[in-house]
C-alpha cells in the first residue's frame, strides 16, 4: 500500500511539468481513481487587497491553471490511466479555496435498516440533501470532517498490516 502511494507520488512528481505548482502536488488515489491536487503561486496584490480581492485573485489563478494546462493534464492522465489502470482527477489549491477539477461519483451500495433510512429522510425532508443518496455522501463526509484524527489513525494502522503481510511468507 505504501510503495503503491510511493509510486504513484515518483511518478507524478516525474511526469508533471516544472513550475505547475509550488511544490510537490499531493497525489492520492483509491481503487478507482488517483486525485492529483497542487498547490498555485499566490497573484501579487497591492497590500492594502482586501479579503474579497484575494479570493477573487485565487479563484482567477486556478480558473487560468485549469484552461492553460487542460490539454497536458488530459495527456499526462492518459498516460497515468494506461499506467495504473485507474482514472486521473485534477485539482488546484491557492489562498485558500481548493477547486477539484474533474473527479469522480463513484456509486456504493448498501443495505440500510429503517432507523438509518429515516436518518436520510429526515436530511432530505430538512432540505440538507436533495436524495437519499447525497444525503449518505454528506453523512460520510461530516464523519470524515468530525473524525479525522481517528480515521488518519486507521488508515496508519491499515499500512502497517500491509506492510507486515508483504514480509509474511508466501501463499
Not at 484575494?54 to 490511466?81: L, N, P
Not at 460520510?140 to 502497517?160: I, Y
Request: net charge negative; glycine share 10%; with cysteine.
Amino acid at each position: 500500500m505504501a510503495s503503491a502511494s510511493q509510486e504513484l507520488q515518483g511518478w507524478f512528481a516525474g511526469r508533471i511539468p516544472p513550475g505547475w505548482f509550488t511544490g510537490a502536488p499531493e497525489v492520492r488515489a483509491d481503487r478507482e481513481e488517483i486525485l492529483v491536487v497542487g498547490d498555485l503561486s499566490e497573484p501579487e496584490l497591492p497590500a492594502d487587497a482586501n479579503e474579497e480581492a484575494r479570493a477573487a485573485a485565487g479563484s482567477a489563478r486556478i480558473g487560468g491553471f485549469r484552461e492553460d494546462t487542460r490539454g497536458q493534464r488530459m495527456r499526462i492522465a492518459e498516460e497515468a490511466q494506461h499506467r495504473f489502470r485507474r482514472k486521473v482527477s485534477w485539482g488546484a489549491r491557492c489562498g485558500g479555496e481548493e477547486r477539484l477539477f474533474t473527479s469522480l461519483s463513484i456509486p456504493a451500495m448498501t443495505r440500510l435498516r429503517m432507523p438509518e433510512r429515516e436518518v436520510l429522510d429526515t436530511l432530505v425532508d430538512a432540505g440538507v440533501a436533495r436524495s437519499r443518496s447525497h444525503a449518505l455522501a454528506w453523512c460520510v463526509g461530516l464523519v470524515a470532517q468530525k473524525q479525522d484524527e481517528w480515521l488518519r489513525d486507521l488508515r496508519e494502522a491499515l499500512t502497517h498490516v500491509e506492510k507486515v503481510r508483504a514480509e509474511g511468507p508466501e501463499g
